[in-house]
């Protein structure tokens, strides 16, 4: 069996694709730095080849065989979540559920990124009008749908937290953030399972990552 001596989280500042990965962790109790790139550190760490596919996050592992740095933010979420007893390695039924979820999460991020790059604010409206008021409530809907499945009990899979929920808790968030022009904070509201399951994950988080630190 692999063994490893550190494990360190390299990423920017804010919550973006690593959040899950360190709230997993924390939760887990399982010991890692935190590492926090400006956005020069991260320039010149792509430019000096130190990330794998070109970006971050990536997992820093030392083994006693040497040191492996991973990419993927999923790979290294589901590599997270096995430490931290957050992921169903028991159950394929639900580690098939929970991989699903992650992959909304992409297909979501995916959806969004070309409006995050266009540069022409008219054309960038427009994309940002039809992802408003088409394309997230459809995927809104597709979500609330799954949670109702799952009992309406405040998770996506089983009764307990997952790396599935705190994925799609900080891709929501980050939509309804109000940060994102021509998305509404209201996103989420006409979806009263979204709306509960957030509510829930909101303090499940909460409580846990108190409870750890806590001792």
Known sequence: MSTFTSLRLRYLEFPGRAQAIRDTLRIGRVDFVDERLTYDQFRDGRAAGEFPFGGIPVLVIETPDGKLCVAQSNAILRFAGRLAGLYPV???????????????????????????????????MDMRKVLAEETLPFWM???????????????????????????????????????LDGIPKSLIDDFKNVV????????????????KSGG
């Open 90 to 124: 028991d159950d394929p039924l639900q580690a098939l559920k929970v991989d699903e979820a992650l992959g909304v999460g992409e297909d979501i991020n995916s959806l969004m990124a070309p409006s995050l790059h266009e540069q022409d604010t008219d054309r960038k």
């Open 141 to 179: 809907n597709c979500f609330d749908r799954v949670l109702a499945a799952n009992g309406s009990n405040g998770f996506i899979v089983g009764n307990n937290l997952t790396i599935a929920d705190l994925k799609l808790y900080w891709i929501i968030d980050w939509l309804t953030m109000g940060i």
């Open 196 to 211: 509960k399951w957030r509510n829930n994950i909101a303090a499940v988080r909460e409580a846990r990552l108190a409870q």
